[in-house]
């Protein structure tokens, strides 16, 4: 049934076109920023110059700063589809006494602030005397991350058909052959939708990082607040549309290379 | 038939052994999370709360002694309680703010027929969250500042003479905050929108009521858990925000979690941040309770009548 456009209707499609707009401008105003020539902000724009993508290549600050994101934000993707999907399944597939609690406490970072599992990760780094190396940032961006990929793993597990399972094991395949062949493409989907979840929140990730960088070995983020605090002209917009860019990228190509087969498998 | 039964029935209890062995094995591949969250989450927060209590280090100061001096100190401090109300209402009015504009746009993704409308929806909405908060900030910069978007337009159509004081205070923010969190109450409205049955509208509407009384006897409190779930979302997410508050609110907004960088950034006191973190979990716990109890009444209620 398709709703006639009456009065009721029209309102509601203009508040929506409205909260659209909300939602989308700030981001295009970004990109007029990136390639308008004048020293600060100021609109409206007077002309178009990629100047300010050459000095945002051309700062080792930010270059250093953004393979630092990359680097960091990749071995999340790994280590949180790896854990997530490990838990996912002890949850749905096994019979863990404490399943619920389980699953409450991996949720939980999603409820808590942030800023404190960063806080309290940075005070136990100094308690232990570790300081704050690369690997202690990324399980703090990983516990932050993996909610993401237990929360995707889970869904699929609940509505797909345990007789696929049953099926391939009546007519002979062993519990390993079971996994590979029947459960794991089955789940896939889930989990490289919560691996490409992980992946953003660890490349946008601020509160965590705040508290676990050292000076000089700083995520992209961090850089570019620090930058913000002194600086506002179109180098921050143009390190945007980078990021914005490196990030679409990275999502487009985890869907092409493992997303799309595993959809064909379907 | 008969046979068939038969075979089930002796079949079955060697099926139900092998099928535990199974999930007992299973159940092992809890274990990296496991870890995983012992030691980089329920032990960093467990020594974050005992660091709370005492005096200094307990690493490089031997004399260390259980104190409640850190708490006393920011409940006699109007500062600290300024800091934490601020967090507070930042939090409140950006949650509410954020299912005002959420709420109908999770509507109108979940009843898109055509599956482009649904997609470029999404889209619009996932666009926003891949930009990043900082990049989001720096937006909201440009167009709230004193010679920002938003005050030259106004200036140049006459609507006022001197630019309007947008940001560097709590409006800016909460501004910018919706703008940041509006994508995550969309994305859990929609899927429990989503499941609500149109069906049951249109047996509303079918039975003499209007679109909107449908839409508010039916829809909306069938959709009450996805309205919880969003709002505690994006509270806990806002009441933990700290770039958007130190970059819009300027010196007009100070919040618990800016208080807490600066306690561990310059005045070098973990005890103290310790102490400001609990109380930052203690308020999101209570809220979260709370609110709990309000809906389970809201909901309760509607189950009645």
Request: without cysteine.
């Amino acid at each position: 049934m398709r709703p006639k456009l009456g009065l009721g209707r029209i309102a509601y499609l203009s508040v929506n076109g409205a909260i659209l707009f909300f939602l989308l401008s700030p981001i295009a105003i970004v990109s007029v920023f990136a390639v308008n020539p004048t020293p600060y902000i100021s609109f409206p724009p007077v002309g178009f110059t990629l100047a300010w993508f050459a000095k945002f290549f051309a700062n080792p600050d930010f270059i250093n700063a953004l393979w630092l994101s990359l680097k960091v934000a990749a071995a999340v993707l790994v280590l949180s589809m790896l854990i997530g999907a490990t838990a996912a399944l002890a949850l749905a597939r096994g019979n863990l006494p404490g399943a619920r609690l389980a699953t409450a406490l991996f949720m939980s970072p999603l409820m808590l602030p942030a800023i404190l599992t960063g806080l309290a990760l940075f005070q136990i780094y100094l308690l232990a005397g570790i300081g704050r190396p690369i690997w202690g940032l990324v399980m703090g961006h990983t516990v932050v991350a993996v909610p993401y990929v237990i929360r995707t793993t889970l869904a699929v597990l609940h509505n797909f058909d345990r007789r696929l399972e049953e099926a391939a094991a009546a007519l002979g395949a062993n519990p390993v052959r079971v996994f590979l062949e029947v459960t794991l493409p089955l789940i896939r989907p889930g989990v490289i939708a919560g691996g490409i979840f992980a992946f953003i929140v660890s490349f946008d990730q601020f509160p965590v990082s705040l508290f676990l960088v050292v000076p000089k070995g700083e995520t992209l983020p961090v850089v570019l607040f620090n930058y913000m605090k002194f600086d506002l002209d179109g180098a921050i917009a143009a390190a945007s549309m980078v990021s914005i860019a490196l990030a679409l990228t990275v999502v487009i190509l985890l869907e092409w290379i493992i997303g799309l087969r595993a959809y064909l498998k379907l | 038939m008969a046979t068939d039964v038969a075979e089930q029935v002796t079949a079955a209890p060697a099926g139900t052994r092998q099928r535990a062995r199974q999930a007992t094995a299973v159940s092992w591949l809890i274990w990296p999370a496991l870890l995983l969250f012992t030691f980089f989450f329920t032990l960093p927060l467990g020594v974050l709360g005992v660091m709370s209590f005492l005096s200094g280090n307990p690493v490089n100061a031997p004399a260390v002694h259980v104190t409640l001096r850190h708490f006393e100190r920011f409940f006699s401090d109007a500062l600290y309680l300024d800091a934490l109300w601020a967090t507070l209402r930042i939090g409140v009015v950006t949650t509410l703010a954020a299912l005002l504009l959420g709420y109908p746009l999770a509507h109108l993704m979940a009843r898109a027929h055509s599956r482009v409308g649904h997609a470029l929806l999404m889209m619009a909405v996932i666009a926003p969250m891949l930009t990043g908060i900082v990049v989001r900030t720096f937006a909201w910069m440009t167009l709230l500042q004193d010679r920002g978007v938003i005050n030259t337009t106004l200036i140049a159509l006459g609507v006022t003479e001197k630019p309007l004081k947008l940001m560097y205070n709590e409006f800016g923010t909460i501004v910018a905050l919706t703008h940041i969190y509006v994508p995550f109450m969309v994305l859990t409205l929609a899927g429990v929108i989503g499941r609500v049955d149109e069906r049951l509208e249109e047996a509303a509407r079918s039975l003499g009521a209007t679109r909107w009384q449908a839409f508010r006897e039916v829809t909306l409190p069938l959709s009450l858990p996805g309205i919880l779930a969003g709002s505690l979302l994006v509270f806990a997410l806002s009441i933990s925000a700290y770039v958007t508050p130190f970059l819009m609110g300027g010196t007009d907004v100070l919040t618990l979690p800016m208080l807490i960088y600066q306690q561990v950034s310059s005045s070098f006191n973990p005890n103290f941040a310790g102490a400001l973190g609990v109380i930052l979990l203690a308020v999101s716990l209570a809220v979260v309770i709370a609110y709990n109890k309000v809906l389970a009444g809201l909901s309760g209620e509607e189950g009645l009548s």
